[in-house]
């Protein structure tokens, strides 16, 4: 059963934006995590129920920007100065719990959506 829907990838040329989305309803925990191919997951950005707590991985603070709106039970990840190295599956993640550690790690979310492609050409 799919309870998370991600949407709003595609190709794009280096230095290009995109705006990622994910419909999830109920969950105050989120996340954004990519896979490149051949690599392992890693967490992007997380954000609490009011978006209040934000927290980002290091090389993507100054150009993605994690936000939601409760009203419309959606997950958004602004991305800007798309790289190269930004080519990956883009999946969102949540959960009903506060995760106990940095909220980047998959490990703190339960809840997945099936991913969306994002591919940057330089």
């Known amino acids: 059963q799919v309870q998370l829907v991600e949407s709003g990838g595609g190709s794009v040329q280096s230095g290009g934006s995109l705006r990622l989305s994910c419909v999830a309803s109920?969950?105050?925990?989120m996340a954004w995590f990519r896979q490149g191919q051949g690599k392992q997951r890693e967490g992007l950005a997380a954000?609490?129920?009011?978006?209040?707590?934000?927290n980002y991985k290091g090389s993507v603070r100054d150009r993605f920007t994690i936000s939601r709106d409760n009203a419309k039970s959606t997950l958004y990840l602004q991305m800007d100065n798309l790289k190269a190295e930004d080519t990956a599956m883009y999946y969102c993640?949540?959960?009903?719990?506060?995760?106990?550690?940095?909220?980047?790690?998959?490990?703190?979310?339960?809840?997945w959506g099936q991913g969306t492609q994002v591919t940057v050409s330089s």
């Open positions: 993640a949540a959960s009903r719990f506060r995760p106990p550690g940095t909220w980047l790690d998959e490990d703190e979310y339960n809840v």
């Open positions: 954000i609490d129920r009011d978006g209040s707590t934000t």
């Open positions: 109920g969950y105050p925990f």
